[in-house]
């Protein structure tokens, strides 16, 4: 005799239940597949005239050292647990003050470090001192010694760019204080670049390590440099005149699990959308203007930060006289390592989503 409906309700949620008991799952009770990537992590902005006056009571409350090791204030995604930016990044803003010390340590997290503003700072990468001014990059890759100084005479300030997410859900996380506060310097001044920063050229005698890219130190002189040079000639409908750092020796992304990228955005331009299987958080260095994220219009400005979720429509805007400058990292080398990267253009409207909300707060 067949069961009534109620009746086979009511079984199938002892069923279930003994399942759960004996820590087993019953997929066909949820959705497991969905037919695009629905992701966590909102589309957001943080401005810098909110973040920069806490980060300066910050100077004051706290001190960067064995304990608390770095004075950063995180970019915590209303949408992500764990206060990061991304599912996959984690970003923050620091804060040196003259005289100070962020004392060295080493981790299995890659970090990269995109100076905002100051002078006088420096981190030292596996014995490579380097002085750190407006513009300039500096990589920490995974599992290097490093530590911050600051022999200037105001606050330096910079972002912080790290893969804690994805180590986490690798539990593959490892962390080790150096026995004093400041590594030995042992490479002379601006080694890695001297070596490798030529663009297109390697000494000829050395091996690429997969472990440890060799060029940790990228100038805002040259990267401003080869922005003109690519303005002048070619640009991209999506995302304007747009480079990606890259690690010399593989001419892959410079760190492999982080790639990073600088955009300039010329004057009265306005890209057409498309989206990624990949996720990046933005930070305006110069200029003004907005992104049209997943249809809601995000205001920027110098300073500010804004998310881009993974699969999510995006285009940008420049307004006003001067051009805009935008330092992005994405997680991208992640997704195009396991096969999973895809892109896609927006096709309708010319190129240009419909704006459903201007956020403004």
Known sequence: MALSASMATDALQEFVGAVEQAHLDAPWTGQVMTHEPKSRVQPFRWRWSEIEPLLMRAGELVTPDRGVERRILRLANPGVPGKTSTH????????????????????????????????????????????????????TPSWTWHDHGSEGDGPVMWMDGLD???IRALDTMFYEPFPDDRQPVSK????????????????????????????????????DAALKRLAAVDASPFDDVAMEYINPATGGSALRTIACWIQLIRPGVHTQAHRQTSSAVYHVF????????????????????????????HEHAQVGSQ?????????????????????EAYQENGGHQSVGEVVNG
Do not use: N
């Open 164 to 166: 804690i997410p994805l």
């Open 286 to 313: 110069a200029g003004q203007g907005f992104s049209v994220i997943a249809g809601q219009r995000f205001d920027w400005a110098k300073g500010d930060f804004f998310v881009v979720p993974l699969w999510a429509w």
């Open 88 to 139: 996959t990044l984690s970003t923050a803003v620091q804060l040196l003050l003259p005289g100070e010390c962020a004392p060295a340590h080493r981790h299995s997290p890659a970090a990269i470090r995109f100076i905002m503003q100051g002078h006088g700072a420096y981190t030292t990468v596996e014995g490579e001192k380097c002085p750190m001014e407006p513009g300039d990059l500096v990589l």
């Open 323 to 343: 051009e805009a400058i935008l330092f992005s990292i994405h997680d991208t080398p992640v997704f195009e390592a396991l096969g999973l990267y895809r892109e």
């Open 188 to 223: 002379g001044l601006g080694d890695s670049r001297q070596r490798y920063g030529a663009g297109g050229l390697k000494p000829a005698w050395t091996r690429p390590r997969p472990d440890l890219p060799p060029l940790v130190h990228y100038k805002w002189e040259d990267t």
